[in-house]
């Protein structure tokens, strides 16, 4: 088979006697067109699988981000690699990485917490990277004053970095809030998110 059929997205079906193929390989081949496609496109750009994230987590230290990250390192299949560092008052962010099995590869996730504190922000823009998902978090106990403080610095740093990371906003200790709260949170998010100019099918809240 020719490498350049990798380049044919729209293809569907092929139809192919596996004995007559000496390229690819007969295990390619029985992997249908899409497994076929993925080994030619490997070839012909001379790529190879890449099972890493980056995983960026913004937030102030009221917003439990540690404890969110020990959480996914938790519930993770393999038993995640942490490396202690110093206190969050004394560091612009943490590393970490967990890694979650699926059900063809493992992915790795390489976690970078960043500080909250207000001395931090002029440095963690520096650090950041368009290759990564964004998790930002805050206190909602803090109301839309705390939202309206922080978001917007938040979208317009990841912004300037890459408009099309995917971001997650999560809103944390939503039991000590009513309804009527989180209602009103919520319209605020749209609205800043629309402010933001960045696609809104990738910011998720």
């Keep these: ?14 139809r192919l006697d596996l004995d007559r193929f000496t390229y690819p390989q007969k295990r390619v081949l029985e992997a249908g067109v899409s497994g076929i496609r993925d080994h030619l496109y490997r070839e012909l750009y001379h ?5 890493h994230m980056g995983l960026v987590v913004l937030g102030e230290c009221s917003a439990d981000k540690t404890d969110l990250i020990n959480c ?18 004394k560091t612009p962010f943490r590393a970490s990485n967990f890694t979650l099995k699926g059900a ?38 803090k109301g839309q004053q705390g939202l309206i403080k922080k978001l917007p610095q938040w979208l317009f ?24 709260d989180l209602q009103r949170l919520e319209e605020m998010i749209r609205l800043l998110i629309d402010k ?3 696609p809104k099918e990738n910011v998720h809240s």
């Design 196 to 198: 933001s100019a960045l």
């Design 157 to 180: 740093s990841i912004r300037s970095r890459s408009s099309s990371a995917p971001i997650v906003l999560i809103g944390t200790h939503c039991e000590d809030c009513s309804k009527d």
């Design 104 to 141: 063809r590869h493992e992915v790795v996730f390489h976690v970078t917490d960043f500080a909250g504190e207000e001395v931090f922000l002029n440095i963690n823009p520096w650090f950041r990277t368009g290759r990564a998902v964004y998790f930002a978090l805050w206190n909602v106990k």
């Design 47 to 51: 790529t190879v699988p890449y099972y």
């Design 72 to 89: 996914l390192q938790d519930q993770s299949n393999v038993k995640a690699a942490r490396k202690p560092g110093p206190s969050a008052q």
């Design 1 to 14: 088979l020719p490498k350049e059929l990798a380049n044919c997205s729209e293809l569907l079906t092929l």
